[in-house]
């Protein structure tokens, strides 16, 4: 059973419950018990909201703020009914907007600390990924980046299951560059995929330093697509509303602290461009530049935060020959000298011959 449906089941237990002990007179024998149960409903499905971010929890939310405010009315209506001859409804609106505020701080503190534990959680694991880089493994005397263990992946369309990874297992050497052939369909993009924690295996395991990379929060895995991972695709997924340097200093941005960094950042961008020979194209529209030139762009964005791996799909797949030959000269001079490592998926055995080593995918299976 997933999480996510527990955690629905959970909340559409307690909202039940609770929405049912509003109308029984039990209510009226034991307040604050009533009160103290929605306090956790509102505070669990906070965290849910958090944790998720699933339509279920902001809805549980809303509800469980919804019934503790629905029972604070009934028990104000009934204490102000049975102590006064006259309905006093200044009093009970101010009773009731207490209650409000009460449930809203509940809210936002559950939801405070919530991504206050998750922020924790991905300190620890960066941090034992950093512990276990200082000690990486050694296969045949060099040392290891990234490697998998029996990789499966089945992707299922109305109740069917088409197996596209077949028990993959690769090794991946620090500083190496790596090339995967196959043919289209064979599972060479599912594999790259996998390998960037972008998608989850169904069965097996994928190491980066050694760490299970799936056994990772999924915060921890974006913070590694950040700093540690790159992607290089065919299409270049560059946003037309910015200019090349914006599109390349987008990665950075979106990391802690780089408003304050933002001229070193500027600078960094600006020598890759140049790297790339776009140095005079940084003010330009992506829809100014040829399709060469987007590519040339996507991999000085793909460099921007000096990942330890790139992982290129089909680089040149939208390019022709001679363009194309051009983007290649920048990915391999670019990660070789700055001690990248590289993978790269293609279909081209003249690609391929540029690699260090040749892995070859057939049918999910790998040769």
């Known amino acids: ?43 669990i499905a906070s965290v849910f909201c958090v944790r998720v971010r699933k339509h279920f929890a902001l809805i549980g939310l809303i509800a469980a703020c919804s019934v503790y405010i629905f029972h604070a009315a009934m028990i104000a209506t009934d204490a102000y009914l049975s102590h006064t001859a006259k309905f006093d409804p200044d009093a009970l609106g101010g009773f009731l907007v207490l209650n409000v505020i009460d449930a809203i701080v509940i809210g936002v503190s559950a939801s405070a600390s919530a991504l206050t534990l998750r922020r924790v959680r991905t300190e620890k694991e960066l941090a034992i990924i950093e512990t276990a880089k200082e000690n990486v493994k050694l296969l045949n005397n060099r040392p290891v980046l990234l490697s998998t263990n029996d990789l499966h992946k089945t992707y299922k369309f109305d109740r069917k299951g088409v197996k596209v990874l077949k028990g993959v297992s690769i090794t991946v050497h620090i500083g190496e560059t790596l090339a995967v052939m196959g043919a289209s369909g064979s599972g060479k993009s599912t594999l790259l995929n996998c390998l960037g924690g972008l998608d989850k295996p169904s069965d097996g395991q994928v190491f980066f330093y050694g760490c299970d990379l799936n056994r990772l929060s999924a915060t921890t895995r974006t913070e590694l697509r950040s700093t540690k991972l790159s992607f290089v695709f065919q299409a270049y ?28 950042l500027e600078r960094r961008a600006l020598e890759l461009l140049d790297c790339v020979g776009l140095n005079a194209r940084a003010t330009h529209r992506p829809t100014e530049l040829s399709g060469g030139e987007q590519q040339r762009v996507a991999l000085a964005r793909a460099l921007m935060n000096e990942p330890e791996l790139v992982l290129a799909d089909e680089p040149t797949g939208n390019l022709d020959a001679i363009t194309g030959e051009q983007v290649l000269e920048y990915l391999f001079h670019l990660t070789r000298d700055r001690g990248h490592t590289l993978v790269i998926v293609t279909h081209n055995a003249d690609i391929a011959a540029r690699c260090d080593r040749t892995l070859v995918l057939r049918d999910g299976v790998l040769s």
């Open 1 to 43: 059973m997933k999480r996510e449906t527990v955690y629905a089941g959970i909340v559409c237990m307690m909202t039940g419950f609770l929405a049912v002990a509003s109308f029984s007179e039990a209510v009226l024998f034991w307040p604050w018990l009533f009160l103290s149960c929605n306090y956790l409903m509102i505070a």
């Open 237 to 264: 997924h560059l946003l037309p509303e910015l200019n090349v340097l914006e599109n390349v200093l987008l990665p950075a941005l979106a990391r802690h602290g780089a408003v304050s960094r933002r001229g070193a």
